[in-house]
């Protein structure tokens, strides 16, 4: 009995949410821009948004769609967006299929949702929608857009159809709410009131004792790639790539058990992200392979980004990378065997 009432209310539930998605739509929403903001909110799951894409786009709103297999690709993901934003006869989604994320819906009007990608590949599956939010549009336009959208994405430009510039479907971006920054005491003399908490100390001396335990980095190569900027939190589902110059000798065995307890310590304070590494443009799923392979010696440049909700601590994670791909990984190969570093 409390099964099936449990299954009903679900039910309930699931015929709501497709109601007010449908409605949101109608009347004048991107669906990309609705479901990305449903998956931020877990008010919808990574594997059903397919399926939502093609009961809404195809079956309710009769988009114009076509799929492929990319041929070749843009890598300068803002120029897709400067290409497309000025489509005002058509409302457009596409959806790539990451080889790590899965399915991602962009709004290609939407600047911001290029930045849950951190790159095209070749050969990958992307799907593009066209229509006007249900109601009529020619079908020449839809057309062209599906055409110029594909070639967008494919990093081949041309003149853009004068049709597409003009019509009901001009999109205007939110802007989103910045969190609200505690008021702070200018800086001056301080306050005789108030006495500092030691607390404060404490934290303070906790964190850089963690730091010591791997040693400090030095400027390990004046060849490094950038660092990490100290950005704010993001709730951005995967970060660009960031490169991890080798300044040891050869990546050999110490140094992949050093990046493999770094790693696991980064995992082990942020549970539910993922740290994922690349090779001369391949996903690294076993990082014993990059020593195996013999390959990545001196100057060699292995990458990796983050994939996850509330992305933090990424510059601390490069910084420690960077140091396990030196000849002082033995920082972090000590302590004991079965245990987790406290790096983070």
């Known amino acids: 009995m409390l099964s099936s009432r449990q299954l009903f209310n679900e039910s309930v539930r699931h015929v709501k949410a497709t109601i007010a998605i449908a409605d949101r739509v109608q009347s004048g929403e991107n669906l990309a821009d609705v479901l990305n903001d449903m998956l931020d909110e877990k008010s919808l799951v990574d594997n059903q948004l397919s399926a939502v894409i093609s009961m809404m786009l195809v079956d309710k709103f009769a988009y114009t769609t076509a799929t492929r297999n990319l041929s070749s690709v843009e890598t300068e993901l803002a120029k897709i967006h400067e290409s497309v934003k000025h489509w005002n006869a058509v409302d457009v989604v596409a959806v790539y299929h990451h080889p790590d994320l899965g399915a991602v819906a962009i709004n290609p009007k939407n600047s911001s949702h290029f930045a849950r990608l951190d790159r095209l590949n070749k050969t990958e599956l992307l799907a593009v929608y066209v229509g006007s939010f249900g109601k009529t549009l020619d079908k020449t336009i839809a057309s062209k857009a599906v055409d110029a959208l594909l070639a967008a994405f494919e990093g081949r430009t041309g003149k853009v159809d004068a049709g597409l510039l003009k019509g009901a479907c001009t999109y205007k971006q939110k802007v989103e709410k910045l969190a609200k920054v505690p008021k702070t005491k200018a800086v001056g003399r301080p306050s005789t009131k108030t006495k500092p908490k030691a607390g404060g100390a404490v934290a303070s001396a906790g964190q850089a004792k963690a730091d010591a335990s791997a040693g400090t980095m030095a400027a390990a190569s004046t060849a490094a790639a950038a660092p990490v900027q100290a950005v704010a939190r993001t709730s951005s589902r995967m970060t660009p790539m960031y490169g991890v110059p080798v300044t040891n000798e050869l990546f050999h065995n110490g140094n ?82 079965n245990g987790v570093l406290s790096l983070f």
């Open 256 to 337: 992949v058990e050093a990046w493999k307890r770094i790693i696991e310590s980064y995992k082990a304070k942020h549970a539910g992200l993922e740290v994922l590494v690349y090779y001369d443009g391949e996903r690294i799923t076993n990082l014993n392979a990059l020593f195996k392979w013999g390959k990545v010696k001196h100057g060699s440049m292995i990458q990796f980004a983050v994939a996850g909700e509330d992305v933090t601590d990424v510059a601390k994670l490069q910084r420690y990378l960077r140091q396990g791909a030196s000849n002082m990984f033995e920082a972090f190969l000590r302590g004991p065997v």
